[in-house]
T-cell receptor, first 117, second 112 residues
Framework: DAGVIQSPRHEVTEMGQEVTLRCKPI?????LFWYRQTMMRGLELLIY????????DSGMPEDRFSAKMPNASFSTLKIQPSEPRDSAVYFC???????????????FGEGSRLTVL | TQLLEQSPQFLSIQEGENLTVYCNSS?????LQWYRQEPGEGPVLLVT?????EVKKLKRLTFQFGDARKDSSLHITAAQPGDTGLYLC????????????FGTGTRLTVIP
């Protein structure tokens, strides 16, 4: 089975440009998460979806960030306009919640490394 | 946000040595997961602990969940170069919202 697939793996852009990161979760998983990782702040949850519906976007830094999940097999994270402080590795992860209600294992993609000059 | 502090932040040891990594919080978690992340890759789950006081072993790795479910430890016996990586603990809040709060991470280097 294919794991979580993210694209692009690397993106270098200039300040002010729009950036779109893409994610294909594992088939059958009902939760999708977007995380951002930096040396200073570690792994931060930005937003997560359940059955394609955004549940908690309180981690989204500001209005420049937006995320969508139009169907169960695709999600995007968009930054417009981008700024140098957005430079980080962005991870997408998916999971299947246990019937007991407990959080299942998160399966992470390989990440998208974003550099904003 | 429920804060999880890990210590030490960095650890460099010789092959064959033992080590312990700690994950502490003032919050109670309904479960806690440990992940390992290698350079250029996403974190991969090692173990999940659910019950206060629970101990789980994975070969040379021993995980313990604190009695009050606020803290956890990871002990590695006879560390190998293959154990090198970033170790992350992640707590599930009691609201059952199915989101995980990740710790600050411990970067382990095992020198051959």
């Amino acid at each position: 089975d294919a794991g979580v697939i993210q694209s692009p793996r690397h993106e270098v852009t200039e300040m002010g440009q729009e950036v779109t990161l893409r994610c294909k979760p594992i088939s059958g998983h009902d939760y999708l998460f977007w995380y951002r990782q930096t040396m200073m702040r570690g792994l931060e949850l930005l937003i997560y979806f359940n059955n394609n519906v955004p549940i908690d976007d309180s981690g989204m830094p500001e209005d420049r960030f937006s995320a969508k999940m139009p169907n169960a097999s695709f999600s995007t994270l968009k930054i417009q306009p981008s700024e140098p402080r957005d430079s980080a590795v962005y991870f997408c992860a998916s999971s299947l919640r246990f019937r007991t209600g407990r959080t299942g294992e998160l399966f992470f993609g390989e990440g998208s490394r974003l550099t904003v000059l | 946000t429920q804060l999880l502090e890990q210590s030490p932040q960095f650890l460099s040891i010789q092959e064959g040595e033992n080590l312990t990594v700690y994950c502490n919080s003032s919050s109670v978690f309904s479960s806690l997961q440990w992940y390992r992340q290698e350079p250029g890759e996403g974190p991969v789950l090692l173990v999940t602990v659910v019950t206060g006081g629970e101990v789980k072993k994975l070969k040379r790795l021993t995980f313990q969940f604190g009695d009050a479910r606020k803290d956890s430890s990871l002990h590695i016996t006879a560390a190998q170069p293959g154990d090198t990586g970033l170790y992350l603990c992640a707590g599930e809040g009691q609201t059952g919202a199915n989101n995980l709060f990740f710790g600050t991470g411990t970067r382990l280097t095992v020198i051959p």
